[in-house]
């Protein structure tokens, strides 16, 4: 995407941090940095990764312009120094992250940032609202997805959506979580992603009737003829208009009616009245789609209930993830290192149990069953730690220490991918029909327990034993000395 330069997209503490890190001689000391997350959204078993390839993009464009650093030299809070070395400033960080399209889980670290802390704390505000988006709304968008049970999903959330950006990679990361295609023209334009719709209700009231509304649009578009039917009166007049236009206007031309869409009403019972009217037509190839207001449990009803839709039209619920419409990513401090890159770990430590970080710089591993090929679980490692395969492997509740699991016959696959080495992108760019194929993979890697709406089994995500030990070191060590 073209735009606008946003390395000020950043919250001014960073800034006020930078600034204060290079006047004590601190900007050029390494830190390491992890986002992760705490929660699932909506209560549910897993998360998708999605973002990464904008936050690729803006890390090879980040730079600081004439005008960004004379707006702060006029703040009056900031050093000379400190604006000549935004002048001259070149992103110089290794950074790591998951894979986009893969299922991700509370504690684990999604994205991992080394280098300068002057730039690895500059990076932030950026880092966490580009994952945190995405991600959102590819894991809203699965959901939904998995609800429909096969049937056609298209993202109709553009005009709902709380900004440009959001409703343009909002469209691609629900196209990463599953769906179809999507309403935003400009999505397509840019990702190549399927393009859905056809009519609003103001084209069927341009016209003096219903009928004529229908066949103006058949006849410009006769293979593209979705008809919207809830104008006026579901069963009383567009489907009515439908099957004549279909009778009298396509066949004659050798075409067939292709679809109706409901977007209002009682969409079970209006689906099965108007399967019942359009087969007896003989219009039985011709679709019906549903839309308004729908999420992940309104379509599972509508399952529920036998109704007649071949595919789904979601807009606000999908786009804004209404029901859950935070994705709490936290971006942490974890360790710092000296200038031969010798690394102490740090730790943050609250009352809040769940808001006490895991020290150290890790890598991340997941463990698959050979002969199923499901996940078994996720491990979080110290960076140099290696897993042997040839042998049994003994994970542990990282909080409750004595339950453990014995894992044998199994493979593991490392989770985070290098995306930058020293400032230098070293990222494959893949395309967005590749990201979701994997997404789709990774999912039916999972359980179905884990992927139940309501009180998922929860998908273990381990410490190894030498990272619980350096945990448990600090802490301890906390304690004795309070």
Not at 279 to 299: F, H, P, Q, R, V
Not at 362 to 374: E, I
Request: glycine content about 6%; proline content about 3%; hydrophobic content about 40%.
């Amino acid at each position: 995407m073209k735009r606008e330069n946003l390395t000020m997209l950043a919250d001014f503490y960073e800034i006020t941090m930078a600034n204060g890190f290079l006047e004590h001689g601190m900007g050029e000391k390494t830190a390491v940095f992890d986002m992760f997350f705490r929660k699932v959204p909506d209560d549910g078993g897993f998360a998708i990764m999605a973002g990464v390839a904008q936050l690729v993009d803006y890390l090879k464009n980040l730079k600081f312009t004439d005008e960004d650093i004379e707006y702060l030299r006029e703040k009056n809070l900031f050093s000379e120094k400190f604006l000549d070395y935004l002048k001259n400033f070149k992103f110089s960080c290794d950074v790591w992250a998951i894979d986009e399209g893969t299922p991700i889980f509370p504690g684990e670290p999604i994205v991992t940032v080394k280098g300068p802390a002057i730039q690895a704390q500059f990076i932030e505000t950026m880092v966490l609202v580009t994952i945190n988006h995405q991600s959102l709304i590819a894991t809203k968008a699965n959901r939904i997805v998995r609800a429909a049970k096969g049937r056609v999903v298209a993202e109709f959330g553009s005009r709902r959506a709380q900004s440009y950006d959001a409703a343009i990679l909002g469209a691609r990361a629900a196209y990463i979580g599953g769906v179809d295609g999507t309403a935003c023209t400009i999505t397509e334009q840019l990702f190549g992603i399927q393009t859905y719709g056809t009519m609003a209700h103001s084209w069927v009231q341009m016209f003096d009737s219903e009928y004529e509304a229908f066949k103006s649009f058949v006849e410009t578009y006769p293979d593209n003829s979705m008809l919207l039917i809830d104008t006026y009166n579901v069963l009383k007049s567009g489907v009515p208009n439908a099957i004549k236009v279909a009778k009298e206007v396509l066949e004659p031309m050798g075409k067939r009616l292709k679809g109706v869409r409901i977007d209002s009403g009682d969409i079970a019972y209006l689906s099965k009245k108007t399967r019942k009217m359009l087969d007896e037509a003989g219009l039985t190839d011709c679709k019906i789609m549903a839309s308004n207001s729908l999420d992940e449990y309104l379509i599972r009803d509508l399952m529920l209930q036998d109704a007649k839709i071949d595919s789904f039209g979601v807009g606000e619920r999908l786009i804004t993830a209404k029901s859950s419409p935070v994705f709490g990513g936290v971006y942490k401090l974890v360790a710092v290192g000296d200038n031969d890159d010798n690394l102490t770990p740090k730790i943050k430590i609250s009352e809040n149990v769940e808001k006490v970080t895991t020290p150290g710089f890790k890598s991340l591993y997941r463990f698959y069953d050979k002969d199923t090929n499901k996940a078994l679980a996720d491990l979080i490692t110290l960076h140099d730690e290696k897993i042997d395969e040839s042998k049994p492997y003994v994970i542990f509740h990282p909080l409750f220490h004595w339950k453990k699991t014995k894992l044998e016959n199994y493979y593991v696959k490392p989770l985070l991918t290098q995306l930058f080495k020293n400032g230098e992108c070293v990222y494959e760019d893949k395309s967005v029909d590749e990201i979701r194929s994997y997404c789709a993979k990774e999912v039916e890697s999972l359980w179905d327990e884990v992927k139940r709406f309501e009180n998922p089994h929860t998908y273990y995500v381990d410490l190894s034993q030498d990272l619980w030990d350096l945990k448990i070191k600090l802490l301890d060590n906390f304690g004795n000395n309070n």
